[in-house]
């Protein structure tokens, strides 16, 4: 079963960019769609953009326009990257497959904690 692995998480004032990574066991992200999801303490996982593996990204209206999701195959890495933040991105972030029903998923890494405040 498919690890992950998350990174880059931290404060940011409002406004600013940030920049997260993912990383897997060798050639998962080649094969699966990948997402980025994110949760808030009493809230579901919700994805927040995805990205298949054939390089189409697609995103959740609030992050159209300020995230970006990237995929690198050779350094088995995804990114998000997150431009002019505000406090509603305030969350955990997590990468995974791609899954319209977040909870039916299990292989869950510690994800990373973006705080976004001045």
């Known amino acids: 079963q498919a690890w992950f692995a998350e990174s880059g998480g931290g404060l940011v004032q409002p406004g600013g960019s940030r920049t997260l990574s993912c990383t897997s066991s060798?050639?998962?992200?080649?094969?699966?769609?990948m997402a980025w999801y994110r949760q808030v303490p009493g809230n579901e996982r919700e994805v927040v953009a995805h990205i298949t593996d054939d390089d189409r990204p697609r995103y959740a209206d609030v992050v159209k326009g300020r995230f970006s999701i990237s995929k690198d195959n050779v350094k088995n890495t995804v990114s998000l990257q997150m431009n002019r933040l505000n406090s509603d991105d305030t969350a955990a972030y997590y990468c995974?497959?791609?899954?319209?029903?977040?909870?039916?998923?299990?292989?869950w890494g510690q994800g990373t904690l973006v705080t976004v405040s001045s």
């Open positions: 060798q050639g998962v992200f080649r094969r699966t769609t």
């Open positions: 995974n497959s791609y899954s319209v029903i977040p909870r039916s998923l299990h292989n």
